[in-house]
């Protein structure tokens, strides 16, 4: 076993090598530009692109012709709700979304918010991090024009009951964006069933390259259309100018092809190891707390609230093994997950979290390496911490009156 | 965010840590911070004749808050209560090497420092006779 391990596998993922082999050629002797019409160089390329756009519609039942090319899913977000705001804006300004998006949606609408180009409502979540259908429907007005819900949250990985709002959004009328980052490639997505108008993911969080996204843009009923944020050469029917990153696009075809043929037998395997790792550390540590869904959620997903542990510290006691923590410290802001609060999971829990992201290539050695550290750190730090030495003693922490700075 | 060798230092090997009986004589306590904020330091010094003969510290909090009351526990063991009143937390910047986003453990650290010692002066007053033998 090699180390560090990676358990991070939310912020991004190994390439796999039979990705990267697939991409090589188009880097040296196939490196026309897919655009050029007029020679065996573009040609090639374009075949290349055609044949990866095939692979990538295939994965969430769509047609290639609804595939849009993007540098990744921010920019497929942020071309999703401007570029609807702008085309529909005769129709209504309203956007509905939820509390628990990822940046790139949440930041898109507040800025749109700022301009005074759209106004937003952000549902809240359950203690699951569920958006409720319900409140999707109540929130509808005559001048809303599109619902933004993600598929799987990031941070503890809840998949959202996408197929029901869909539905909602069609008999409104109304168009349906969904954030699926997370969730493609890793559970079964299928844009007909869910009702889904576009949808926003990228190849590097399916072991394909960094660089490179899509937007499904849905063709028929209906014909969704949007004013592009990126003006040229009128790429990618008009919706995205730029020239195709030809590698990259293979290389995202290929992680597709691969999820597509092995998610029926990897997301049991890595769903096994995560429920192990959740059982071991849970059994062995009190006062550890599940965040998220305890079964709607991604397989690889555990996000764990140690308490009376700060998160940094834990991350700190654990350099071997890449993780990510809801803690402020690790944050720019110094505010501890925005996603946590929206559950109503208390500040100070929320600054105790860790979340382990499980892929492809963790082996259940790797596992059990993370189960024994992490006991070991958790306990070495309560027994440093002035909280659990107070929860010890009987004393009420929330009695206590703090002295915050 | 890369952690000078000091802090990890601290952080794996740490100095001091641990409680004494809040009660006991010559024994000061400062608890400062909170748990919505990430942390909270526990300090806590032992005093004899004026002079701090040791000192211990419990902190829940990052790894720079857990460095930087190691290392105040360390500077406070034999140092006067006057001595012990002139640490600063840019000192403690310094030692450390805090990156700018990590001051306020530093600072948190000196406000444990002179929470401990005010404890300790007011249960030294309130034992009237006691503690005053010059």
């Given at each position: 076993?090699?180390?560090?391990?990676?358990?991070?596998?939310?912020?991004?993922?190994?390439?796999?090598?039979?990705?990267?082999?697939?991409?090589?050629?188009?880097?040296?002797?196939?490196?026309?530009?897919?655009?050029?019409?007029?020679?065996?160089?573009?040609?090639?390329?374009?075949?290349?692109?055609?044949?990866?756009?095939?692979?990538?519609?295939?994965?969430?039942?769509?047609?290639?012709?609804?595939?849009?090319?993007?540098?990744?899913?921010?920019?497929?977000?942020?071309?999703?709700?401007?570029?609807?705001?702008?085309?529909?804006?005769?129709?209504?300004?309203?956007?509905?979304?939820?509390?628990?998006?990822?940046?790139?949606?949440?930041?898109?609408?507040?800025?749109?918010?700022?301009?005074?180009?759209?106004?937003?409502?952000?549902?809240?979540?359950?203690?699951?991090?569920?958006?409720?259908?319900?409140?999707?429907?109540?929130?509808?007005?005559?001048?809303?024009?599109?619902?933004?819900?993600?598929?799987?949250?990031?941070?503890?990985?809840?998949?959202?009951?996408?197929?029901?709002?869909?539905?909602?959004?069609?008999?409104?009328?109304?168009?349906?964006?969904?954030?699926?980052?997370?969730?493609?490639?890793?559970?079964?997505?299928?844009?007909?069933?869910?009702?889904?108008?576009?949808?926003?993911?990228?190849?590097?969080?399916?072991?394909?390259?960094?660089?490179?996204?899509?937007?499904?843009?849905?063709?028929?009923?209906?014909?969704?259309?949007?004013?592009?944020?990126?003006?040229?050469?009128?790429?990618?029917?008009?919706?995205?100018?730029?020239?195709?990153?030809?590698?990259?696009?293979?290389?995202?075809?290929?992680?597709?092809?691969?999820?597509?043929?092995?998610?029926?037998?990897?997301?049991?395997?890595?769903?096994?190891?995560?429920?192990?790792?959740?059982?071991?550390?849970?059994?062995?540590?009190e006062e550890?707390?599940?965040?998220?869904?305890?079964?709607?959620?991604?397989?690889?997903?555990?996000?764990?609230?140690f308490a009376y542990v700060e998160?940094?510290?834990?991350?700190?006691?654990?350099?071997?093994?890449?993780?990510?923590?809801?803690?402020?410290?690790?944050?720019?802001?110094?505010?501890?997950?925005?996603?946590?609060?929206?559950?109503?999971?208390g500040?100070e829990l929320?600054h105790s979290?860790?979340?382990?992201?499980?892929?492809?290539?963790?082996?259940?050695?790797?596992?059990?390496?993370?189960?024994?550290?992490?006991?070991?750190?958790v306990t070495?730090l309560r027994d440093m911490s002035p909280l659990y030495e107070m929860a010890k003693e009987g004393i009420d922490l929330k009695s206590v009156q703090w002295a915050?700075? | 965010?890369?952690?000078?060798?000091?802090?990890?230092?601290?952080?794996?090997?740490?100095?001091?840590m641990g409680s004494f009986n809040k009660d006991?004589?010559?024994v000061?306590t400062g608890m400062v911070g909170a748990p919505e904020c990430g942390d909270v330091m526990k300090l806590q010094?032992?005093?004899?004749?004026?002079?701090?003969?040791?000192?211990k510290f419990k902190t829940f909090g990052?790894?720079?808050a857990?460095?930087?009351s190691?290392?105040?526990?360390?500077?406070?063991?034999?140092?006067?209560?006057?001595?012990?009143?002139?640490?600063?937390?840019?000192?403690?910047?310094?030692?450390?090497?805090?990156?700018?986003?990590?001051?306020?453990?530093?600072?948190?650290?000196?406000?444990a420092?002179?929470a401990a010692?005010?404890d300790?002066?007011?249960?030294?007053?309130?034992?009237?006779?006691?503690?005053?033998?010059?």
């Amino acid at each position: 076993m090699k180390l560090p391990i990676f358990l991070d596998n939310h912020s991004t993922t190994p390439m796999d090598p039979r990705v990267l082999e697939a991409m090589l050629p188009y880097f040296t002797e196939k490196f026309g530009n897919a655009a050029s019409r007029n020679h065996a160089f573009g040609w090639e390329a374009e075949e290349a692109v055609e044949q990866a756009r095939k692979s990538i519609a295939k994965l969430i039942n769509a047609d290639a012709k609804e595939i849009v090319f993007t540098s990744g899913a921010t920019e497929s977000d942020n071309l999703a709700l401007k570029g609807v705001l702008e085309m529909y804006r005769e129709k209504g300004t309203h956007i509905i979304t939820s509390s628990t998006e990822h940046r790139a949606v949440l930041d898109t609408a507040k800025s749109l918010e700022a301009k005074g180009l759209a106004t937003v409502t952000y549902l809240p979540v359950d203690k699951y991090g569920m958006v409720n259908p319900d409140d999707v429907r109540n929130a509808i007005t005559d001048k809303t024009i599109l619902i933004s819900v993600m598929l799987a949250n990031n941070e503890i990985g809840t998949i959202n009951p996408v197929a029901e709002i869909g539905k909602i959004a069609k008999a409104k009328s109304v168009l349906f964006h969904c954030d699926a980052t997370q969730g493609v490639g890793k559970i079964p997505v299928d844009v007909q069933a869910m009702g889904i108008d576009l949808m926003s993911f990228s190849a590097h969080k399916i072991y394909g390259p960094k660089g490179v996204g899509a937007l499904y843009v849905r063709k028929k009923n209906p014909r969704v259309r949007l004013v592009p944020q990126m003006d040229g050469g009128g790429h990618e029917r008009g919706m995205r100018s730029g020239t195709l990153p030809v590698p990259l696009i293979v290389g995202f075809g290929k992680a597709c092809e691969l999820c597509g043929a092995e998610m029926a037998t990897e997301a049991p395997r890595i769903a096994a190891m995560r429920d192990r790792l959740q059982a071991a550390i849970m059994n062995a540590l009190e006062e550890s707390y599940l965040n998220g869904h305890p079964t709607e959620r991604l397989p690889g997903n555990l996000n764990i609230s140690f308490a009376y542990v700060e998160g940094e510290s834990l991350l700190m006691g654990m350099k071997d093994i890449a993780l990510s923590s809801g803690s402020a410290c690790t944050s720019a802001t110094l505010e501890p997950s925005y996603v946590l609060r929206a559950l109503g999971v208390g500040t100070e829990l929320a600054h105790s979290s860790v979340r382990f992201g499980l892929g492809r290539f963790n082996t259940d050695e790797e596992i059990d390496y993370a189960i024994k550290k992490v006991i070991e750190v958790v306990t070495r730090l309560r027994d440093m911490s002035p909280l659990y030495e107070m929860a010890k003693e009987g004393i009420d922490l929330k009695s206590v009156q703090w002295a915050a700075h | 965010m890369a952690y000078s060798d000091k802090v990890v230092d601290h952080f794996n090997n740490p100095r001091n840590m641990g409680s004494f009986n809040k009660d006991e004589e010559g024994v000061g306590t400062g608890m400062v911070g909170a748990p919505e904020c990430g942390d909270v330091m526990k300090l806590q010094i032992k005093v004899q004749n004026d002079r701090i003969v040791d000192a211990k510290f419990k902190t829940f909090g990052c790894g720079s808050a857990i460095a930087s009351s190691s290392l105040a526990t360390e500077w406070l063991k034999g140092k006067t209560l006057e001595e012990a009143e002139q640490i600063k937390n840019t000192d403690i910047v310094q030692e450390l090497n805090l990156p700018p986003v990590k001051i306020h453990c530093s600072v948190l650290a000196e406000d444990a420092i002179k929470a401990a010692l005010a404890d300790y002066q007011k249960k030294a007053g309130s034992k009237t006779g006691t503690g005053s033998a010059q």
